[in-house]
């Protein structure tokens, strides 16, 4: 059973417009299923297969010359010398939808993108599934804590896999390959360390100095290291927002995760229940609803528009979600329950922020929706609400 994709229709929407559809984000999201089974009635070829990689680096014209109504072109950063020559093809034959291409390593995908086919392409970033897609399948996990474990890559939830096996196995098998494709690790152990100290970061304002320092690596390789994460979907920095209100500002970013499950492997959990009183346990929280408002908009094509407040003085708004002039605030709280100092970010941004405040909202571990003090408060199961009218 494939489970439904919401960003099938924007896939399909931008497809009537653009000659080329290239959907990105980690491995193992779902891409290739979702390109397949939004455009069965192209040609599939993946790029992974050494066959097909050395024709179309070989002879590109060739290799192109073969699908004349175009293909799906899957893992197409494999084979980057391919884009000039799709350039020449969809200029010279502008059908909308010919060519949708697959990538999981952004800097070389878009790299190709922005030198070849820039004006001629649409993106759209796919990260695993969202609550609501497991919602509308029946397979959501029953408890937040099942959800922080299992995180929300589809083969732990397709195929009813043990998370921490498949995570093992993601970690060896992907994520280190790809490290090696892009940048030159000579220790791997030591990238294992830094990539573990960062999951124990999430959540957190980013210090590279102490990070790089806990490593044992110099600052330039763990700038390196963590540009090799954004690149694979892995971390996401969420930057902070520029506007002051007269405050003194944090300008350093914050560092999450794009997927718990993974986040919580990576620090050590082994099973759910490890995760009720787990110190990390509001982080990982965080961590996901971040994830679950980034996809939101990427599933819609859209690019982020979220940001987070800190000022000197340590006074914090967990997300800033801008639209128009407003700024809507997000808090998250992993609690059960609601407490009235849980309001307090919400109730001093809203003094500070004054005609620019948006409506708040508030995001818990609990099962009931309240309208409190002007605030919405929506437990964890309703998250796709946040930000609604």
Known sequence: MILPRTAEPTVRHLAHGYPVVAVTGPRQSGKTTLARHAFPERPYVS??????????????????????????????????????????????????????????????LTE??????????????????????????????????????????????????????????????????????????????????????????????????????????????????????QASYIVHLLPPHHQSFNKRLVKTPKLYFLDPGLAAWLLGVQEAAQLAAHPLRGALFETWVLSELLKARFNRGLASNLFFWRDRSGHEVDVLIERGDALIPVEVKPGQTVSRDAFAALERWRALAGDTAGPGWLVYGGDRSQERGGFRVLPWREVAQVGGP
């Not at 072109?73 to 502008?94: I, N």
């Open 47 to 108: 790029l992974e297969d050494p066959d097909q990689r050395e024709f179309a680096m070989d002879d590109p014209r060739g290799f192109l010359a073969q699908y004349p109504d175009g293909a799906i072109l899957d893992e197409a950063q494999r084979c980057p010398q391919l884009f000039s020559y799709l350039q020449t093809r969809v200029d010279h034959d502008p059908r909308p939808g010919r060519f949708i291409l697959t990538g999981s390593q952004q800097f070389h």
């Open 112 to 229: 190709g993108i922005t030198q070849s086919l820039a004006g001629r392409v649409a993106m759209v970033v796919l990260l695993p599934f969202t609550l609501g897609e497991l919602q509308g399948a029946g397979r959501a996990p029953s408890s937040l804590e099942e959800l922080l474990f299992e995180g929300l890559y589809p083969p732990v939830h397709d195929r009813h896999l043990d998370a921490h096996v498949w995570y093992t196995n993601y970690v060896g098998t992907y994520v280190e390959r790809d490290v090696r494709l892009m940048v030159n690790v000579r220790d791997l152990t030591t990238f294992q360390r830094f990539v573990r100290l960062c999951a124990g970061r999430t959540g957190q304002l980013l210090n590279l100095s102490a990070l790089a320092d806990d490593a044992g690596i110099a600052h330039n390789t763990a700038r390196a290291w963590l540009s090799v994460l």
